[in-house]
Protein backbone atom coordinates (compact mmCIF):
# COMPACT_ATOMS: atom_id res chain seq x y z
CA UNK A 1 0.00 0.00 0.00
CA UNK A 2 1.61 3.40 -0.49
CA UNK A 3 1.75 5.97 2.26
CA UNK A 4 -1.74 7.18 3.01
CA UNK A 5 -1.74 11.06 3.09
CA UNK A 6 -3.22 12.89 6.00
CA UNK A 7 -4.75 16.94 5.59
CA UNK A 8 -4.50 17.36 9.52
CA UNK A 9 -7.27 20.63 10.72
CA UNK A 10 -5.98 22.42 13.71
CA UNK A 11 -7.60 25.64 15.12
CA UNK A 12 -5.78 28.26 16.22
CA UNK A 13 -1.26 29.14 15.18
CA UNK A 14 1.31 26.85 13.67
CA UNK A 15 3.56 28.58 16.68
CA UNK A 16 3.05 28.65 20.24
CA UNK A 17 1.37 25.66 23.23
CA UNK A 18 -2.13 25.69 21.55
CA UNK A 19 -3.05 22.16 20.65
CA UNK A 20 0.75 21.30 21.16
CA UNK A 21 -0.95 17.51 21.79
CA UNK A 22 -2.75 18.05 18.21
CA UNK A 23 0.32 19.20 16.80
CA UNK A 24 2.73 16.15 18.85
CA UNK A 25 0.48 13.70 16.89
CA UNK A 26 0.65 14.96 13.84
CA UNK A 27 4.40 14.34 14.17
CA UNK A 28 4.44 10.49 15.91
CA UNK A 29 1.93 10.25 12.52
CA UNK A 30 4.83 11.13 10.34
CA UNK A 31 7.29 8.81 12.31
CA UNK A 32 4.61 5.87 11.14
CA UNK A 33 5.17 6.39 7.72
CA UNK A 34 1.76 8.77 7.31
CA UNK A 35 2.72 11.68 4.78
CA UNK A 36 0.70 14.54 6.30
CA UNK A 37 0.45 18.18 6.18
CA UNK A 38 -1.00 20.67 8.89
CA UNK A 39 -3.78 23.07 8.20
CA UNK A 40 -3.91 25.87 10.73
CA UNK A 41 -7.44 27.70 10.85
CA UNK A 42 -7.07 30.96 11.37
CA UNK A 43 -10.72 31.52 13.11
CA UNK A 44 -13.57 29.86 14.53
CA UNK A 45 -15.83 32.96 14.84
CA UNK A 46 -14.82 35.46 12.04
CA UNK A 47 -16.99 34.74 9.14
CA UNK A 48 -14.49 37.19 6.90
CA UNK A 49 -11.89 35.16 7.81
CA UNK A 50 -13.66 31.80 7.02
CA UNK A 51 -14.61 32.88 4.01
CA UNK A 52 -10.78 33.95 2.79
CA UNK A 53 -9.63 30.02 4.68
CA UNK A 54 -12.16 28.18 2.98
CA UNK A 55 -10.40 29.19 -0.41
CA UNK A 56 -6.35 28.77 0.83
CA UNK A 57 -8.35 24.96 2.33
CA UNK A 58 -9.32 24.13 -0.98
CA UNK A 59 -6.27 25.46 -2.64
CA UNK A 60 -4.61 23.30 -0.09
CA UNK A 61 -6.47 20.47 -1.21
CA UNK A 62 -5.94 20.37 -4.32
CA UNK A 63 -1.52 21.10 -3.99
CA UNK A 64 -1.51 18.43 -1.56
CA UNK A 65 -4.61 15.26 -2.98
CA UNK A 66 -5.39 13.85 0.79
CA UNK A 67 -6.24 10.60 1.14
CA UNK A 68 -8.17 11.58 4.38
CA UNK A 69 -8.67 15.39 6.47
CA UNK A 70 -8.41 14.74 9.87
CA UNK A 71 -10.23 17.33 11.87
CA UNK A 72 -8.65 17.35 15.48
CA UNK A 73 -11.08 19.16 16.91
CA UNK A 74 -14.83 19.47 16.75
CA UNK A 75 -17.07 22.83 16.53
CA UNK A 76 -16.67 25.17 13.67
CA UNK A 77 -13.00 23.17 12.76
CA UNK A 78 -14.73 19.92 11.71
CA UNK A 79 -17.52 21.94 10.73
CA UNK A 80 -15.58 23.77 8.38
CA UNK A 81 -14.10 21.28 6.81
CA UNK A 82 -17.68 18.94 6.10
CA UNK A 83 -18.51 22.12 4.45
CA UNK A 84 -15.01 22.78 2.26
CA UNK A 85 -14.60 19.25 0.95
CA UNK A 86 -16.19 15.87 0.18
CA UNK A 87 -12.87 13.74 0.85
CA UNK A 88 -13.37 10.75 3.25
CA UNK A 89 -13.04 12.37 7.10
CA UNK A 90 -12.11 11.62 10.36
CA UNK A 91 -12.77 13.85 13.39
CA UNK A 92 -11.05 13.61 16.75
CA UNK A 93 -13.08 15.20 19.52
CA UNK A 94 -11.30 15.96 22.95
CA UNK A 95 -13.73 17.55 24.90
CA UNK A 96 -15.51 20.96 25.17
CA UNK A 97 -15.95 20.19 21.49
CA UNK A 98 -19.28 17.67 22.79
CA UNK A 99 -19.49 19.15 26.47
CA UNK A 100 -21.11 22.79 27.11
CA UNK A 101 -18.18 25.31 28.30
CA UNK A 102 -18.46 27.53 30.95
CA UNK A 103 -16.15 30.20 30.10
CA UNK A 104 -18.30 31.27 26.74
CA UNK A 105 -21.33 31.86 26.73
CA UNK A 106 -24.21 28.76 27.34
CA UNK A 107 -25.57 29.84 23.54
CA UNK A 108 -22.24 29.98 21.99
CA UNK A 109 -21.17 26.72 23.42
CA UNK A 110 -24.35 24.85 22.40
CA UNK A 111 -23.85 25.96 18.80
CA UNK A 112 -20.29 24.56 18.57
CA UNK A 113 -22.04 21.26 20.24
CA UNK A 114 -24.53 21.18 17.32
CA UNK A 115 -22.10 21.72 14.60
CA UNK A 116 -19.57 18.90 16.18
CA UNK A 117 -22.80 16.28 15.91
CA UNK A 118 -24.10 17.82 12.59
CA UNK A 119 -19.99 16.60 11.57
CA UNK A 120 -20.35 13.79 13.57
CA UNK A 121 -23.08 12.37 10.52
CA UNK A 122 -20.32 12.95 7.68
CA UNK A 123 -17.49 11.38 8.83
CA UNK A 124 -16.40 8.67 7.92
CA UNK A 125 -14.67 7.70 11.47
CA UNK A 126 -14.85 9.20 14.77
CA UNK A 127 -12.09 9.15 17.26
CA UNK A 128 -13.15 10.58 21.17
CA UNK A 129 -10.47 10.70 24.05
CA UNK A 130 -12.36 9.01 26.55
CA UNK A 131 -15.54 6.58 26.33
CA UNK A 132 -17.68 9.52 28.89
CA UNK A 133 -17.11 12.06 24.84
CA UNK A 134 -17.96 8.85 23.64
CA UNK A 135 -21.27 8.41 25.40
CA UNK A 136 -22.26 11.65 24.57
CA UNK A 137 -22.32 11.25 20.54
CA UNK A 138 -25.77 11.03 19.43
CA UNK A 139 -25.55 8.61 16.54
CA UNK A 140 -22.31 7.31 14.90
CA UNK A 141 -21.35 5.46 18.38
CA UNK A 142 -20.51 1.72 16.31
CA UNK A 143 -17.70 4.17 13.95
CA UNK A 144 -16.20 5.64 16.74
CA UNK A 145 -12.58 4.28 18.08
CA UNK A 146 -12.00 6.09 21.93
CA UNK A 147 -8.30 6.99 21.26
CA UNK A 148 -6.69 9.43 23.99
CA UNK A 149 -4.32 11.52 22.62
CA UNK A 150 -0.70 10.16 23.37
CA UNK A 151 2.46 11.69 25.75
CA UNK A 152 5.58 11.91 24.35
CA UNK A 153 7.97 9.35 26.90
CA UNK A 154 11.07 10.49 25.90
CA UNK A 155 10.42 13.66 27.49
CA UNK A 156 8.22 12.90 30.17
CA UNK A 157 9.91 10.12 32.68
CA UNK A 158 10.67 9.98 36.26
CA UNK A 159 14.47 11.38 37.46
CA UNK A 160 15.39 12.65 40.94
CA UNK A 161 13.45 15.10 42.98
CA UNK A 162 16.06 16.84 44.31
CA UNK A 163 17.69 17.12 41.06
CA UNK A 164 14.52 18.72 39.59
CA UNK A 165 14.42 20.88 42.58
CA UNK A 166 18.27 22.26 42.56
CA UNK A 167 17.34 23.33 39.05
CA UNK A 168 13.96 25.55 40.18
CA UNK A 169 15.91 27.08 43.46
CA UNK A 170 13.28 25.21 45.43
CA UNK A 171 14.23 23.99 48.88
CA UNK A 172 14.41 19.96 49.27
CA UNK A 173 11.89 19.93 52.26
CA UNK A 174 9.33 22.30 50.56
CA UNK A 175 5.94 20.70 50.08
CA UNK A 176 5.12 21.08 46.21
CA UNK A 177 1.33 20.55 44.95
CA UNK A 178 1.20 21.39 40.76
CA UNK A 179 -1.96 22.46 39.69
CA UNK A 180 -2.58 23.77 35.53
CA UNK A 181 -5.14 26.11 34.63
CA UNK A 182 -4.31 26.39 31.13
CA UNK A 183 -5.78 29.00 29.63
CA UNK A 184 -9.48 28.63 31.78
CA UNK A 185 -9.06 29.13 35.01
CA UNK A 186 -12.80 28.35 35.48
CA UNK A 187 -13.29 25.12 34.40
CA UNK A 188 -10.47 23.80 35.63
CA UNK A 189 -11.54 25.19 39.02
CA UNK A 190 -8.83 26.97 40.74
CA UNK A 191 -10.77 28.39 43.49
CA UNK A 192 -11.62 25.11 44.63
CA UNK A 193 -8.14 24.19 44.06
CA UNK A 194 -6.62 26.80 46.38
CA UNK A 195 -9.90 26.63 48.90
CA UNK A 196 -8.40 22.84 48.68
CA UNK A 197 -4.79 24.08 49.75
CA UNK A 198 -6.03 26.26 52.36
CA UNK A 199 -7.69 22.78 54.16
CA UNK A 200 -4.46 20.77 53.45
CA UNK A 201 -2.17 23.46 54.71
CA UNK A 202 -4.06 23.52 58.06
CA UNK A 203 -3.55 19.36 58.17
CA UNK A 204 0.14 19.07 57.22
CA UNK A 205 1.76 23.04 57.23
CA UNK A 206 2.90 25.36 54.41
CA UNK A 207 2.87 24.17 51.19
CA UNK A 208 4.04 26.06 47.34
CA UNK A 209 0.61 25.86 45.65
CA UNK A 210 2.80 26.20 41.51
CA UNK A 211 0.02 27.05 39.12
CA UNK A 212 0.64 26.28 35.47
CA UNK A 213 -1.16 28.64 32.79
CA UNK A 214 -1.09 28.28 29.17
CA UNK A 215 1.98 30.25 28.54
CA UNK A 216 4.40 28.42 30.19
CA UNK A 217 7.43 26.76 28.34
CA UNK A 218 6.62 23.44 27.77
CA UNK A 219 10.58 22.28 27.83
CA UNK A 220 10.42 23.38 31.40
CA UNK A 221 7.54 20.93 32.41
CA UNK A 222 8.82 17.93 33.33
CA UNK A 223 11.48 19.31 35.53
CA UNK A 224 8.48 21.05 37.43
CA UNK A 225 6.74 17.65 37.73
CA UNK A 226 9.59 15.74 39.01
CA UNK A 227 10.43 18.52 41.45
CA UNK A 228 6.19 18.25 42.14
CA UNK A 229 4.81 16.05 45.49
CA UNK A 230 1.34 16.53 43.48
CA UNK A 231 -0.53 17.35 40.75
CA UNK A 232 -4.18 18.69 41.90
CA UNK A 233 -6.92 18.33 39.23
CA UNK A 234 -10.39 19.67 40.04
CA UNK A 235 -12.02 20.68 36.57
CA UNK A 236 -15.78 20.69 35.80
CA UNK A 237 -14.97 19.12 32.66
CA UNK A 238 -12.07 17.46 30.72
CA UNK A 239 -12.11 14.70 27.57
CA UNK A 240 -8.41 12.71 28.74
CA UNK A 241 -6.14 15.79 30.25
CA UNK A 242 -3.11 15.63 28.93
CA UNK A 243 -1.55 17.33 32.39
CA UNK A 244 -2.53 13.97 34.09
CA UNK A 245 -0.82 11.76 32.02
CA UNK A 246 1.98 13.14 31.89
CA UNK A 247 2.40 13.79 36.00
CA UNK A 248 1.56 9.99 35.50
CA UNK A 249 4.90 9.30 33.53
CA UNK A 250 7.01 11.40 35.84
CA UNK A 251 5.87 9.03 38.66
CA UNK A 252 4.22 12.50 40.26
CA UNK A 253 1.23 11.49 42.52
CA UNK A 254 -2.05 13.03 41.57
CA UNK A 255 -5.43 13.96 43.29
CA UNK A 256 -8.29 14.61 41.17
CA UNK A 257 -12.47 14.60 40.87
CA UNK A 258 -13.66 12.12 38.44
CA UNK A 259 -13.55 13.99 35.41
CA UNK A 260 -12.77 12.82 31.40
CA UNK A 261 -10.87 9.80 31.84
CA UNK A 262 -8.77 10.33 34.77
CA UNK A 263 -10.41 7.68 36.75
CA UNK A 264 -9.47 4.97 34.23
CA UNK A 265 -5.68 6.34 33.85
CA UNK A 266 -5.17 6.04 37.75
CA UNK A 267 -6.75 1.96 38.08
CA UNK A 268 -3.33 0.71 38.52
CA UNK A 269 -1.62 4.28 39.67
CA UNK A 270 -0.17 4.05 43.37
CA UNK A 271 -0.55 6.28 45.46
CA UNK A 272 -3.01 8.82 43.54
CA UNK A 273 -6.29 9.65 44.31
CA UNK A 274 -10.04 9.95 43.28
CA UNK A 275 -12.29 12.23 45.34
CA UNK A 276 -15.54 13.62 45.68
CA UNK A 277 -15.49 17.32 44.14
CA UNK A 278 -15.38 18.68 47.65
CA UNK A 279 -13.34 20.95 49.33
CA UNK A 280 -12.43 19.45 52.45
CA UNK A 281 -11.75 15.68 50.97
CA UNK A 282 -9.50 17.25 47.97
CA UNK A 283 -7.78 19.10 50.81
CA UNK A 284 -7.62 15.71 53.24
CA UNK A 285 -6.50 13.77 50.57
CA UNK A 286 -3.78 16.48 49.35
CA UNK A 287 -2.49 16.11 52.63
CA UNK A 288 -2.16 12.59 53.05
CA UNK A 289 -0.18 12.52 49.63
CA UNK A 290 2.35 14.91 51.07
CA UNK A 291 2.36 13.58 54.06
CA UNK A 292 3.73 10.07 52.53
CA UNK A 293 6.37 11.61 50.23
CA UNK A 294 6.20 9.22 47.66
CA UNK A 295 6.70 8.96 43.86
CA UNK A 296 4.34 6.80 42.01
CA UNK A 297 4.42 3.97 39.79
CA UNK A 298 2.90 5.67 37.15
CA UNK A 299 5.68 5.40 34.64
CA UNK A 300 5.45 1.59 34.41
CA UNK A 301 1.71 1.84 33.73
CA UNK A 302 1.59 4.73 30.90
CA UNK A 303 3.75 3.04 28.03
CA UNK A 304 0.57 2.15 25.87
CA UNK A 305 -0.11 5.74 25.81
CA UNK A 306 3.24 6.92 24.03
CA UNK A 307 2.88 8.60 20.89
CA UNK A 308 4.12 5.91 18.88
CA UNK A 309 1.50 3.29 20.28
CA UNK A 310 -1.27 5.70 20.03
CA UNK A 311 0.06 6.96 16.06
CA UNK A 312 -0.38 3.15 15.30
CA UNK A 313 -4.00 3.16 16.24
CA UNK A 314 -4.71 6.21 14.62
CA UNK A 315 -3.48 4.50 11.58
CA UNK A 316 -5.38 1.46 12.20
CA UNK A 317 -8.47 4.24 11.67
CA UNK A 318 -6.90 5.38 8.55
CA UNK A 319 -7.14 2.05 6.92
CA UNK A 320 -10.02 1.42 8.07
CA UNK A 321 -11.64 4.15 6.40
CA UNK A 322 -9.18 4.14 3.09
CA UNK A 323 -10.60 0.28 3.10
CA UNK A 324 -14.04 1.19 3.49
CA UNK A 325 -14.32 4.29 0.67
CA UNK A 326 -13.27 1.91 -1.75
CA UNK A 327 -15.46 -0.95 -1.03
CA UNK A 328 -18.05 1.68 -1.38
CA UNK A 329 -16.70 2.49 -5.20
CA UNK A 330 -16.07 -1.10 -5.70
CA UNK A 331 -12.45 -0.56 -6.05
CA UNK A 332 -10.04 -3.85 -4.83
Known amino acids: MEPIRVLCVIPGEAEGVSMIFAKNQVISLQRAGVITRTFFLASRTSLSVLINELQRFRREILLFKPDIVHAHYGTMTVFFCII ?44 CVSDDLKDLLWWRRSRTDVIPSGIDTTVFYPFPRDKARSKLGWGKEERVVLFNIGRD ?120 LSLDRIATRILSVYKTVLRETRNEFGVS
Not at 87 to 92: H, K, L, N, Y
Not at 109 to 127: H, N, P, V
Open 185 to 304: PIRKRLDLAQSAIDVAMAICGEIRFVVLDGYVNQKGIPTIMNASDCLLCTSDSEGSPNIVKEAIACNLPIVSVDVGDVRKRLEKVRPSKIVKRDREEIGKAIAEILMRSDRSNGFETIQE
Open 84 to 127: ATRIPMVVTFRGNDLILHPSISRLRSAIGILFSQIAALRAKRII
